[in-house]
């Protein structure tokens, strides 16, 4: 049975690890006050595809004249929290657990039991540390009911020292209920008298874990570097690791993105020499022994025995919620490399746009954009679509212009000539690619959205403690903060507004931080000081429906010394820039998702990693439950009193 939302009180220590170490180039670059100056002097002198709009690279875009009066943000903003183990919305707002670690999701899955954990009875629970949320209306791919239907979400990483109540050199059990933990948990949920449940005994319900069988697509499926003992087609792959954000298509699909999958395998040090090894460092595979030791029990986490599993991981997953027998498949088109999300757009020609960020310190922001279009009127033919097209790596230009680099066998650099076999050699290597089209290095690129009112998009990127500290490249006009650790926002907009061409502009909406540090320096797109609040560590974006931002927060105790948090931001109109919190994370939490209904009344918000930094002897939350263990779970939020957007 489904536990009682009877306290909704929960964990929370310290972020999650910045990805692997990486350092770049030499710190030739101007520093941060330099490089506002220079933006602020030329924001009113740079033109592009706006219509009169100004745009610089610190100014941001000039913000367009769409209705400010109808951005619906009239909640009474709370208060940010230091050390608080419990969720808090607004006034005139209630919050509910509508699932958590370990609730049975198939119909003869056993009741959760953290002493007794296995991979037979993971495999049939909610998985472990739940991050991006999609919501699906049924009955159907094209319905719009806010009151019934699914939720996918993925479940990114296992911290085994919180989960078991012994732990040290990890037995063949606690290893196989990790597997399990991992994945996509698809469920079925729905609204009764303002509150949502799930039901575990839906047809619909499913777990996909890192044992399901999926099948490898697109240029790179069959490849050599995809093929291994266990699979010498090179086109089926046991399972989906360390899936962070995503996306969901036009036609229903759910996108997960496999983000740091290096953590899982092992010796990389005794691999032959050769381009897999080095693209195996490039993106942080282990030299030795993994911390998880996975391999101790399972050789296609040892490169030395398996050097070409880890090539199978890194892509962009689809799944259809809507069929539970149906396989995932890897969509190798969008490339490899630590996926943050995937979030689809329709052209104006109907072709389909994926934008995706590579989390890590230094790296890329892409866009992949279908060769065939969308057909609203038959959903099989759609079903293939993210199999065939051009993939782009983007670079800001110093004067606030861009451009989208093909990432193409046979232009550019990509020749065989310079040791470029085929497409899914660039694709298998895509951070190399990239370093060879000379795209430009970022600050942990994660969520890219687009706003569906404006059709701006939105990259978030977390932050780089790195840049400009000692070899470490230094600042630019995209990144124009060294050590950054609060992050930033940058927006874009598309020549013509059209998500397929290879030209934009773009400029900085956001330098998150403390609005009052005056020697880190912040921005927020125009608004004065007293409208918005402290903020570090921008990670998840999500829009209403109204084209407001919403903004969740991971890391930002460590970066500015508050609690991860959710907040609301006004993307247009006079009161462009105004940032408000609206719901803060237990100890430990990361804010991930966030998802609304189509009718912008529910709001639901994956709670990661509550009291990370305890055990499970000395748990430092008891999130969700009020005592025992801090299991991560899925928040609804809704108006007390009935109906009405989030936000009003």
């Not at 100056?37 to 924001?43: I, M, Q, S, Y």
């Not at 670079?395 to 989208?404: E, H, I, L, Q, T």
Request: aromatic share 10%; hydrophobic share 35%; charged share 20%.
């Amino acid at each position: 049975m489904q536990p009682e939302n009877t306290n909704l009180k929960a964990p929370w220590l310290d972020k999650e690890a910045e990805n692997a170490e990486t350092v770049y180039g030499a710190n030739t670059e101007p520093d941060f006050k330099a490089v506002v100056e220079e933006g602020l002097n030329r924001r009113d002198l740079i033109k592009g595809v706006f219509t009169g709009a100004a745009i610089a690279a610190t100014g941001g875009l000039a913000a367009q004249p769409a209705a400010a009066a109808t951005t619906g943000l009239t909640f009474k903003p709370i208060q940010l929290t230091k050390k608080a183990d419990f969720i808090d919305v607004p006034e005139g707002y209630d919050a509910g657990l509508v699932i958590a670690w370990g609730n049975p999701v198939t119909a003869n899955a056993p009741e959760f039991d953290p002493m007794r954990q296995n991979g037979a009875t993971q495999s049939q629970q909610f998985g472990y540390n739940c991050d991006m949320v999609t919501y699906h209306s049924l009955p159907s791919w094209n319905s719009t009911n806010s009151r019934r239907g699914l939720l996918c979400v993925n479940h990114e990483y296992t911290d085994p020292v919180a989960m078991f109540p012994s732990y040290g050199t990890p037995t063949k059990d606690q290893v196989d209920a990790e597997l399990a933990a991992h994945g996509v948990s698809v469920i079925e949920i729905e609204e009764f008298y303002g509150v949502w449940q799930y039901n575990a005994n839906s047809g619909y319900n499913r777990r996909i874990t890192g044992e399901t069988e999926m099948l490898i697509t697109g240029p790179a499926a069959g490849d050599p570097l995809m093929q291994t003992s266990a699979d010498r087609t090179g086109t089926r792959v046991k399972g989906t690791l360390n899936n962070c954000a995503g996306g969901q298509t036009p036609w229903g699909t759910f996108l997960t993105s496999e983000e740091n999958f290096n953590q899982y395998f092992a010796n990389r040090n005794s691999m032959a020499a050769g381009v897999n090894r080095d693209n195996m460092a490039r993106l942080g595979t282990t030299g030795g022994a993994s911390a998880r030791r996975w391999e101790s029990f399972y050789d296609r986490f040892d490169q030395a025995k398996e050097p070409n599993e880890a090539n199978r991981f890194g892509w962009t997953v689809e799944i259809d919620p809507y069929d539970p027998n149906s396989m995932p498949k890897k969509r190798t088109s969008m490339g490899r490399c630590k996926h943050e999300c995937a979030s689809t757009t329709i052209a104006q020609n109907g072709q389909v746009v994926v934008y995706s960020g590579d989390d890590e310190r230094f790296d890329y922001v892409y866009k992949f954009v279908t060769a065939g279009v969308f057909n609203r009127d038959n959903r099989a033919a759609n079903m293939d679509l993210l199999d065939n097209g051009v993939l782009y790596v983007a670079k800001f230009n110093a004067d606030g212009s861009g451009v989208w680099l093909p990432v193409v066998h046979g232009q550019g650099p990509l020749t065989m000539a310079n040791g470029w076999r085929n497409q899914a050699d660039v694709l298998i290597r895509l951070r190399q690619a990239g370093d060879a089209l000379g795209a430009t290095r970022m600050d942990r690129p994660e969520d890219v959205e687009v706003n569906p009112v404006t059709g701006i998009v939105y990259i978030a990127c977390t932050n780089n403690t790195q840049r400009g500290v000692g070899a470490a490249l230094g600042p630019d006009a995209a990144n124009p903060r060294a050590n950054n650790r609060s992050g930033h926002i940058i927006e874009i907009k598309e020549a013509g507004n059209d998500h397929t061409r290879t030209t934009f502009n773009w400029g900085i909406f956001m330098l998150c931080g403390d609005p009052d540090d005056k020697a880190q320096g912040t921005y927020f797109a125009g608004a004065p000081r007293e409208k918005v609040s402290p903020i570090g560590a921008p990670d998840m974006l999500a829009f209403d429906n109204q084209g407001n931002l919403w903004i969740g927060t991971d890391g930002m105790q460590s970066a500015i010394g508050w609690q991860d948090a959710l907040y609301a931001c006004v993307t247009e109109g006079p009161e462009r820039g105004t940032l408000m919190p609206f719901m803060n994370m237990p100890i430990g939490a990361e804010t991930c998702g966030p998802a609304f209904t189509p009718d912008n009344e529910t709001l639901f918000v994956a709670v990661q990693h509550p009291g990370e930094g305890g055990t499970f002897a000395a748990p430092t939350s008891n999130w969700p439950y009020g005592t025992g263990i801090p299991r991560p779970g899925i928040v609804f939020v809704k108006k007390s009193w009935g109906r009405g957007p989030i936000g009003s």
